[in-house]
């Protein structure tokens, strides 16, 4: 009897011993694809915010807008859509800032895109003389404001603004959303731009803070937001004017002209970030987008914590998406995916503090990487003492933005595999 038991201790022995170098064997598989995952990682951020410097600090002018196809009529005809869902006075507001426009009234109009099972929008209607009827209109001001309205079976702005440029009317198709304010010279400024050949125009945005936003502890998601807009208008969009003759556009207050518009498949229905998508088809194709100085398109911030990161989640999402579309005309829109490569892939970076945590199994890894850490965050920090010194103290607040698109990420990683397309708007 104990020679069998001595034997059965043997055999345990050895399955143990064959099971510690099993998990052995994975741990340091383990160890090394998360080396390689800090090295690529670290490449991948600190090569494009590297190029992206060397653009804003010495791009010399690559191209200028291209001749159109079609020349615009001397006072060409503007239909502006402002998508809106759940957003009650703010739409209105947004209408009105339309509806004081210094073009010609009879020359443009406004299009309400909105949603039957939004009860928000039912004052705003009633406020301009609209029935909540698809295809209801009212002559406001000399001007003329209609309603296309969703049935619930297609959602999300993109498939709202199809809609809504379906029944359009305009040469030149405009977007605000309905919680900007466009300043009384938008189309007029806009449309000079793309008789000059531009295929769209965006105009500067500006996040107007509350008061309580500008010092506290609470309202810095609120400064982050208004510094990354701070950040495309006075460092970014100039940068890529210089170096491409393009910027591109940013989701409210821009502009496109409808032939082009049409000629790359209107917008994207399933895309997270429709702007950012069509940009990278327009780009593709060579048709540039104009930036334009003068007065921005004022917004408000998002006061939600929550909200900050459900916009953002969506944002790093559908800026990975809009890098598979930029791929597709790589020759004429990689300054875009240069650009694009920090929001989209920056999650990239998120998963470095569990690295650092698994770290004390494998110390080789911790060493690793913290060494790759300078790759990144030696070019990061570059990157944010040029763009305070060119922009200003207003966006002095981007660290914080920067760790609002971190958490983000943690949650657009997994809705990538599961959910990709997913298009949930940001105050619904």
Do not use: C
């Amino acid at each position: 009897m104990s020679v069998n038991v001595n034997v059965l201790s043997s055999q345990q022995i050895i399955t143990t011993f064959h099971q510690y170098l099993q998990s052995l064997h994975l741990s340091i598989s383990t160890s090394r694809a998360l080396m390689a995952y800090a090295a690529g990682s670290a490449i991948t951020v600190g090569v494009a915010l590297v190029v992206e410097l060397v653009i804003i600090l010495h791009g010399l002018p690559r191209g200028r807008a291209q001749g159109a196809r079609q020349p615009l009529p001397a006072t060409p005809r503007v239909s502006v859509i402002v998508p809106t869902y759940r957003e009650g006075e703010r739409a209105l507001r947004a209408v009105r800032s339309l509806l004081n426009q210094d073009y010609p009234r009879g020359l443009y109009e406004i299009i309400i895109a909105a949603e039957a099972d939004d009860p928000t929008v039912d004052g705003v209607l009633r406020a301009l003389g609209l029935r909540k009827v698809n295809g209801s209109e009212a002559t406001v001001d000399g001007v003329r404001v209609r309603l296309s309205l969703g049935d619930g079976m297609t959602r999300g702005k993109p498939a709202a603004l199809n809609r809504a440029e379906s029944m359009a009317t305009g040469d030149i198709i405009g977007v605000l959303d309905a919680d900007g304010v466009a300043p009384p010279d938008a189309i007029s400024r806009a449309v000079s731009a793309l008789a000059s050949g531009y295929s769209a125009a965006q105009l500067p945005r500006e996040v107007a803070l509350p008061p309580e936003a500008r010092r506290t502890f609470a309202g810095a998601h609120m400064r982050a937001q208004a510094a990354e807009m701070r950040l495309y208008n006075q460092f970014l969009a100039p940068a890529l004017m210089g170096f491409t003759g393009s910027a591109w556009i940013t989701g409210s207050g821009y502009f496109v002209r409808r032939e082009d518009l049409e000629a790359v498949g209107l917008w994207t229905p399933w895309a997270p970030t429709e702007d950012l998508d069509l940009s990278a088809k327009l780009l593709s194709r060579d048709m540039k987008v104009a930036f334009l100085s003068g007065s921005p398109v004022v917004e408000e911030p998002l006061t939600s914590i929550r909200a900050v990161i459900r916009q953002k989640e969506r944002w790093v999402r559908g800026s990975m998406l809009a890098t598979f579309t930029a791929l597709r005309g790589v020759r004429r829109t990689w300054p875009l995916l240069l650009f694009l490569i920090m929001p989209a892939w920056g999650y990239l970076i998120t998963p470095w503090l569990g690295m650092l945590a698994v770290a004390r199994l494998h110390p080789e890894l911790l060493t690793w990487t913290l060494a790759w850490s300078a790759v990144w965050l030696v070019p990061s920090a570059a990157y944010y003492i040029i763009a305070v010194a060119k922009a200003g103290k207003a966006v002095r607040p981007l660290p914080a933005a920067i760790a609002l698109y971190l958490l983000a990420g943690l949650v657009a990683l997994p809705k990538m595999a599961f959910r990709r397309y997913e298009w949930r708007g940001s105050r619904s």
